[in-house]
């Protein structure tokens, strides 16, 4: 047998905490394990490393020699890891009008710390985040989230109306939020920002139009079966010959929101993105 490294990570917890019961506690081992492992080691160097009376706790020459080389071994490994760990590559998802200033910003600080940064355009982010085919999700839509997943506000975003170019409200003045309520409104049910419960109180007799990505959201639209908000960035990221983007003063805003896995726990990678994000 060969020395492994978990023989070496447990010599040096049992010489730095100098007691078996407290090594194996910071080991999550159990006592017997711990020692087990520790004969393991003594076999294959084929000499004894601690002196065990039952009121001292000391090391042997070859013991003491063994730790300084076993503590370069496993700080060097560790620093190793923690190095390609930090270039880790992470994917995002995303459904459609990535905030891209935010984004430019983060991916430059991330890769800076030697991390890479993959995106991917999926219709729903969140469910792809459920199935860990993504590490990050980026979406817009109100939602309560699954216990293990966190979320944060990365950026505000002002609301647009979004009219056919042939409905008289593309030429309309004046306009106030409030307004709009009793329009058939379309609803992109996955990752929309606008639904009927944008308006308050919200009409339950108002006629909704759903869709599944904003590809058909936005040829509803553009067909006049109903208005749509939106943010903003849409007037300039994806203009259509069909519709007709309105500024209306009170529109409330929208959030643009990233959700990771939490629990059990956050992995390395993006805990280290979240620090820049």
Known sequence: MDIELRHLRAYVA???????????????????????????????????????????????????????????????????????????????????????????????????????????????????????????????????????????????ERRVLAVAASSPLAEATGLRWADLAGYPLVVNVVSGTTDAGSWDPADPHRPIITCQNFDEWIELVAADRGIGGVPALARSRAPHPGVVYVDIPDAPPSHVYLAWHAKPTTSPAVARFLGVA
């Open 14 to 156: 049992l010489c730095e905490e100098g007691s078996y019961t407290k090594a194996a506690a910071s080991l999550h081992l159990s006592q017997p394990a711990l020692t087990r492992t520790i004969q393991q080691l003594e076999r294959i160097v084929e000499g004894r490393l601690i002196e065990r009376t039952s009121r001292r706790f000391d090391l042997t020459d070859d013991g003491a020699e063994l730790l300084t080389h076993a503590r370069r071994i496993v700080a060097d490994v560790d620093g190793v890891v923690a190095q390609l760990r930090s270039r880790a590559t992470i994917e995002i998802g995303f459904a459609w009008l990535l905030p891209t200033t935010w984004l430019a910003a983060t991916r430059r600080r991330y890769e800076a710390l030697g991390g890479r940064i993959t995106l991917r355009r999926v219709d729903d982010p969140l469910a792809a985040l459920e199935a860990r085919s993504l590490d990050i999700a980026i979406y817009r839509r109100e939602t309560r989230l699954p216990n293990h997943l966190a979320s944060r506000v990365i950026a505000t």
